[in-house]
Structure formats: structure tokens, C-alpha cells
């Protein structure tokens, strides 16, 4: 089946620990995507990359980092830099085209803070 | 930041009635997005309307987008218990993409 895994589906994260979000999809999408959603509220994004080798900071890249190695892979990075991670992680991917960019989304990654 | 806004928050209706939610958006757009999520689940996209269309069907969904206002509605008629989740928009300009806060739908049975 085509579609994008993320893992794990629960994550705890201990004081001064990074921790990575894997993001993986077979639907050989060139962009991929990170949000964060926080309770209540919308998607906030984080970092996005169009193609391999690149990526671009979103509206809140503090204390986050990614790489863009492979194709198929987008993984997030929760640095101790970043004071306040408990949130809900969605990755997500796309093919970008003038005018329209549907999103297909993973099921999310619930990260919280021990 | 948030580009838009969903209004109402939160709306709970019976079975068999109708849904309205709106959206209002900042700047212009090249499309406007509508998606539903599950409780503890992704995204999933539902429909697309471009900035050059004023209304678009898909099945029990009726989206209306109106430029000039920079709002767009998302009609769900005949609704179902299943029909319960959170609705966003997203407004789409270019290589940006934003999210509003969503709508909690409570469809009771």
C-alpha cells in the first residue's frame, strides 16, 4: 500500500535528550513536510524540503533539525534546545505543482516530555 | 503564525442535519483546502477549490470560496455520526501553506 509511515507512535522524551521522528513514504513524493500540532490548535509548520539535499526553516524551526538524504525519508529531529516539545508531530508530503499541492498525511507522532 | 481562522470552534448537531463551517484567510491565495482529522489520527485531504471557482460539490460536501471576503464555507449535508472530527482549512499561496484552528464536529446520533 502507498503512504507515509511515521514512527513511533509515542515517544518520550527525558531532559536534555534529543529524539528523532521518522517519516517515511512510497508514494514518491518530491516535498515533504513537518507541523506541529499543538491541543486545540492548528498546524504550525516546522521545516519542509522540495527535494533531495534541501530544505527550507517553517514558521517554528527552533530547537528542530531534519535532514533530506533520501527521497523516501523526512526525519525530525527534537533537540533539547527546543523547551517545549510535548505536541502532536504530522508529517506529510506532496507533489508540488503551480497551483495545487494536496497534502498526504502520516498518522502522527505523540511526543511527550517525562 | 495562523493564516486562518475557522468559525465556529466547536458545533454539535443531530444526525441527519446539515454542517456549516467557515474560513477566512489573510492574503491571496493560489487554492483553498479543506481536510478532517480523527481524534489521535492524520490529515486527510478532502477537497480543492482554486481561487478562480466560486463553488465546488464533491458527494455530501459543498465548498464555497469567496475572494473578495477572503472566507470560504465547507457545507456537509445529511450528516452522520461518522461524520464526527475536526475540520481545517488551508490556504495555499505559492510554496505557503496555512492552517486555521479547526472545527470540532460532534454529530450525535
Known amino acids: 500500500d502507498g503512504g507515509i509511515t511515521q514512527s513511533p507512535k509515542y515517544l518520550f522524551r527525558k531532559e536534555g535528550q534529543n529524539v528523532t521522528l521518522s517519516c517515511e513514504q512510497n508514494l514518491n513524493h518530491d516535498a515533504m513536510y513537518w507541523y506541529r500540532q499543538d491541543p486545540g490548535q492548528g498546524l504550525r509548520l516546522i521545516y519542509y524540503s522540495q527535494i533531495v539535499n534541501d530544505f527550507q526553516k517553517g514558521d517554528i524551526a527552533e530547537g528542530y533539525s531534519v535532514s533530506r538524504e533520501k527521497k523516501e525519508s523526512f526525519p525530525l529531529t527534537v533537540t533539547s534546545a527546543q523547551k517545549n516539545p510535548t505536541a502532536f508531530y504530522l508529517c506529510?508530503?506532496?507533489?508540488?505543482?503551480?497551483?495545487?499541492?494536496?497534502?498526504?498525511f502520516g498518522s502522527g507522532t505523540q511526543l511527550s516530555v517525562l | 503564525s495562523q493564516q486562518g481562522e475557522e468559525d465556529p470552534q466547536a458545533l454539535s448537531i443531530q444526525e441527519g442535519e446539515n454542517a456549516t463551517m467557515n474560513c477566512s484567510y489573510k492574503?491571496?491565495?493560489?487554492?483553498l483546502q479543506w481536510y478532517r482529522q480523527n481524534s489521535g489520527r492524520g490529515l486527510v485531504h478532502l477537497i480543492l477549490i482554486r481561487s478562480n471557482e466560486r463553488e465546488k460539490h464533491s458527494g455530501r460536501l459543498r465548498v464555497t470560496l469567496d475572494t473578495s471576503k477572503k472566507s470560504s464555507s465547507l457545507l456537509i449535508t445529511a450528516s452522520r455520526a461518522a461524520d464526527t472530527a475536526s475540520y481545517f482549512c488551508a490556504s495555499h499561496n505559492n510554496n505557503d501553506m496555512r492552517f486555521g484552528a479547526g472545527t470540532r464536529l460532534t454529530v450525535k446520533p
Open positions: 506529510a508530503s506532496s507533489i508540488p505543482r503551480m497551483g495545487y499541492e494536496k497534502l498526504f
Open positions: 492574503t491571496s491565495i493560489n487554492n
